[in-house]
């Protein structure tokens, strides 16, 4: 026997005996007996959010506010943060910049899907933007660190 057969005949036996119920024998288990599931599933029948205990839908209460002050209650310890601080304003240059970033690859997909016939000058200008773009947005980015740090950054350990 091949070391081949010999996983598929352990595979076959453990898809066999996938629907097989495990022995109850307590010594073998890893875990505690309260730990096991039913046999049986427990169900649970969930009543609908806008009927309480007791309420029926027939009690005539079609004019009442689903949303009450009980619900702004439960709501208590709900984290909402606070709205994000606006974009910073892109000077000329930087706008430029990211344009022809993804301007140039852009022109170039187009181009192809359209099945346009691209003249020389055209590529060397697509590829040619792409390459300034990120040059300029990486020249721009600054090395240094903030002005407003000061002569302090901070503990060293």
């Known amino acids: 026997m091949t070391p081949q057969s010999d996983e598929d005949e352990v595979w076959r036996q453990i898809v066999a005996s996938f629907n097989d119920t495990a022995e109850r024998d307590s010594a073998d288990q890893p875990w505690p007996d309260s730990e096991n599931l039913p046999v049986e599933p427990v169900r649970r029948v969930v009543k609908p959010p806008e009927l309480a205990e007791g309420d029926t839908e027939d009690d005539g209460d079609e004019g009442r506010d689903p949303v009450s002050g009980e619900d702004d209650e439960d709501d208590e310890g709900h984290f909402q943060p606070p709205p994000p601080p ?60 903030p002005n407003d740090s000061g002569w302090d950054d901070g503990a060293v350990l």
């Open 86 to 145: 606006p974009l910073p304003k892109l000077d000329l240059p930087t706008k430029l910049a990211w344009v022809a970033l993804f301007g140039g690859p852009a022109y170039l997909l187009v181009a192809a899907m359209a099945d346009w016939r691209m003249e020389g000058w055209a590529l060397f200008t697509a590829v040619a933007a792409f390459i300034g773009g990120f040059v300029a947005l990486v020249v721009r980015m600054g090395g240094g660190p």
